[in-house]
């Protein structure tokens, strides 16, 4: 079992940068992909950015990449979101998961974290 919370979220001008972070409970937190998606108001869920077990290994949605990235600490069972030159269009809450694989299913999944991103 998995549990994971999410923290970080807030208010933030374009162009600024936030940073997310999900702490997960669990022994077997080491062993998993983590991901995190986020959704929008009146969108679906959508997938932001993966990381491997090891961290050795990441992903990104091409409307982050370059400006988010994900890292993890196994240490200290966290996984963070670095947004940098945030847009409006970033605003969404935003879910950590862990699974099995990084491109999915994942089957474990916090309750979000709200981040606006202000024009």
């Known amino acids: 079992q998995v549990q994971l919370v999410e923290s970080g979220g807030g208010l933030v001008q374009a162009g600024g940068s936030l940073r997310v972070s999900c702490a997960a409970s669990?022994?077997?937190?080491?062993?998993?992909?983590m991901g995190w998606f986020r959704q929008a108001p009146g969108k679906e869920r959508e997938f932001v950015a993966a990381?491997?077990?090891?961290?050795?290994?990441?992903y990104y949605a091409n409307s982050v990449k370059g400006r988010f990235t994900i890292s993890r600490d196994n240490a200290k069972n966290t996984v963070y979101l670095q947004m940098n030159s945030l847009k409006p269009e970033d605003t969404a809450v935003y879910y950590c998961?862990?699974?099995?694989?990084?491109?999915?299913?994942?089957?474990?999944w916090g309750q979000g974290t709200q981040v606006t991103v202000s024009s």
């Open positions: 669990g022994r077997t937190f080491s062993w998993r992909a």
């Open positions: 990381i491997w077990w090891s961290g050795d290994n990441t």
């Open positions: 998961a862990a699974g099995p694989t990084m491109h999915g299913p994942y089957d474990y």
